[in-house]
């Protein structure tokens, strides 16, 4: 199959590096085909804005669902849209991996949502079709707080009720089928021999997915 | 009081923009003092990088809790978040405004709360200690979507349900006290009689708190 990982660190040397390049050997190493989007290697532009548009249905008033379906139409969303679109349509799994800052995306990601998933592509706000339907998708993070607190009972709750705006507020709109998340809990405080554990059983759930 | 407005929307025409417009004039007239970041027009930067920090506990290894308190510490942090944790530390009650997009911030706003709501600033990671207790935060928000979307029998549940790792997540864990959100549902969709009526009730909710 084809595997797009989208990758958000600022540092290239971290736990989330590992896990890419943990993912990017087994995936490869099991026959699949893989791509990476490193998007601070890309200093991919975060911030969504009349830039994106290379042409506009309305140059006078910026209605952005309305810019996006023409520009889905018309071809001519902006040339880093546009790689990363289709990277998505090749994909038959995406791999999102990052550190979980404030429950959410770093702002470079949640970037990628606003600019690549959009109207006319990931699915159609008017129709409600949602266009990304037969593919997978998977969470893979890092939290700095320990698993206790991302469980029931901690201070925040359970992570994957937390999360319930990403997998079906995102992933359920346009259609993706959510694959349970793998979540390396307390990262920070990791000693090597556990950080090589956690490796290793990611490792053994992407050969098995 | 003391009202920190920080504003997220590409289009200075936006109905978001009569929001906040809205606010600063109710606010205002009630006597209270109001700054507002409008993120889009300081073209803040939204990505969480390496360049935050004036000077480096560690060289060496960018890891982000410890540069964050190193700089909370010693005062080094680039000048932008130094300028918008001021705002914060000055404010009695925040009110983020801005468009929903995929049940979250627009990017550059997430990246405000990457860069400036930091460790040894709102919140002690390690003592858990809430820095910002005492003061109130509301979220101001418009949807593309109807009510009946973000209703709990809608596709994708309770907005406020959804909503809790923002409210829960990250306001709860820095001590931050959540008054209700306004929400203007089907934003794109309102004809002018119905965004006047809107604002209305915006500037009874602002009046009364």
Redo the contacts between chains.
Sequence with gaps: MNVLIVYAH??P??FNAAMRDVAVDALTEAGNSIQVSDL?ALHFK?????NDFKERQNPD?????VEQHHAATTDTFAEDIKREIEKVQWADLIIFQFPL????????L??W??RV?VNGVVVN?ATHERLLTGKRVMLAFTT?GSAATYSAHG???DVN??????T???F??VGLDVIPPFIAFGA?SLSSEQRHEVLQRYRQRLLAL
Tied chains: 1, 2.
């Design positions: 600022p540092n040397h971290s601070y975060a911030v969504l804005d009349e008033f910026f209605n952005l669902v800052w404030w429950m959410s995306f770093p702002a470079i949640k970037g949502f606003d998933f706000f700095g201070p925040v709750g009720v937390l999360l319930a705006y990403i079906r507020g995102i359920g709109t920070p």
